[in-house]
T-cell receptor
Framework: GQQVQQSPASLVLQEGENAELQCSFS?????VQWFYQRPGGRLIGLSY??GMKPTGKQTSSTVTKGRHSSLTISSSQTTDSGTYFC??????????????FGQGTVLSVIP | EAAVTQSPRSKVAVTGGKVTLSCHQT?????MYWYRQDTGHGLRLIHY???????EKGDIPDGYKASRPSQENFSLILELASLSQTAVYFC????????????FGPGTRLLVL
C-alpha cells in the first residue's frame, strides 16, 4: 500500500477561507516536507522559504507529530491553487536520504 | 535558488522509439535525480547520481537508463519507449550536505503514441 497517504485528494476553497491538509505515513522518516506545484509548473519546497507562501506572501504552518503531518493554509488566495505534496525523507542505502512523495492534494481557490 | 533546466519541455514519441531527456544544473550540485509524475501517484524516483560517470537505480528503473557525463548534466534515456511511459518527468539536484533539500526543474511532458 501507499507509504504516504494524503487527504483530502482535492479541495475547493472560497478565497479567504482556511484549510488543513493532512498527511499520514507508515514508515520512519527523518523529516517531513511539503512541496507546492503550480499547474504545469515545477515543484517548490515550502520549507525552503520559511514563513512564505509560494505566492510570496505569509503562509501558514506545518505540524508534524509521530507519523502524521499537516499543512494549514490560512487566508487562502487564488494564487495558492495548485497541488501540495507531502514528502518524506527516508534513509536509503549508502547513507543517502531519498524523498518519498504522497499522491498530492489538489487545491482550488475560487474568488 | 538552484537553476535546474530541462529539455525538451514536451515531446511526442512513437512506441519503440528512442527518447532522451536532458537535465542541466548550474549550481555545482553533486546529486541529480530523475522522477516521473503520474496522476494520483505523486513523484517516483527512476534513477539518481551522486557523481559524474556514475548512476544508481531508484524505485522504478525498469525501461529507463541514465547517463551522467558531467556534474552539470544528467540524461534519462528510454531505449524503447512504451505507452506506459507517458508521464511528466522531473529532474532535481541537491548539494551533498543538504540531504533533504532538492531543487526541481520545470518538467518534461512526454507523450508516447
Amino acid at each position: 500500500g501507499q507509504q504516504v497517504q494524503q487527504s483530502p485528494a482535492s479541495l475547493v476553497l472560497q478565497e479567504g477561507e482556511n484549510a488543513e491538509l493532512q498527511c499520514s505515513f507508515s514508515i520512519s522518516t527523518n523529516q517531513v516536507q511539503w512541496f507546492y506545484q503550480r499547474p504545469g509548473g515545477r515543484l517548490i519546497g515550502l520549507s525552503y522559504i520559511p514563513g512564505m507562501k509560494p505566492t510570496g506572501k505569509q503562509t501558514s504552518s506545518t505540524v508534524t507529530k509521530g507519523r502524521h503531518s499537516s499543512l494549514t493554509i490560512s487566508s487562502s488566495q487564488t494564487t495558492d491553487s495548485g497541488t501540495y505534496f507531502c514528502v518524506l525523507s527516508i534513509l536509503a542505502t549508502g547513507g543517502n536520504n531519498k524523498l518519498t512523495f504522497g499522491q498530492g492534494t489538489v487545491l482550488s481557490v475560487i474568488p | 535558488e538552484a537553476a535546474v533546466t530541462q529539455s525538451p519541455r514536451s515531446k511526442v514519441a512513437v512506441t519503440g522509439g528512442k527518447v532522451t531527456l536532458s537535465c542541466h544544473q548550474t549550481n555545482n550540485h553533486d546529486y541529480m535525480y530523475w522522477y516521473r509524475q503520474d496522476t494520483g501517484h505523486g513523484l517516483r524516483l527512476i534513477h539518481y547520481s551522486y557523481v559524474a560517470d556514475s548512476t544508481e537505480k531508484g524505485d522504478i528503473p525498469d525501461g529507463y537508463k541514465a547517463s551522467r557525463p558531467s556534474q552539470e548534466n544528467f540524461s534519462l534515456i528510454l531505449e524503447l519507449a512504451s505507452l506506459s511511459q507517458t508521464a511528466v518527468y522531473f529532474c532535481a539536484s541537491r548539494k551533498y550536505r543538504d540531504q533533504d533539500t532538492q531543487y526541481f526543474g520545470p518538467g518534461t511532458r512526454l507523450l508516447v503514441l
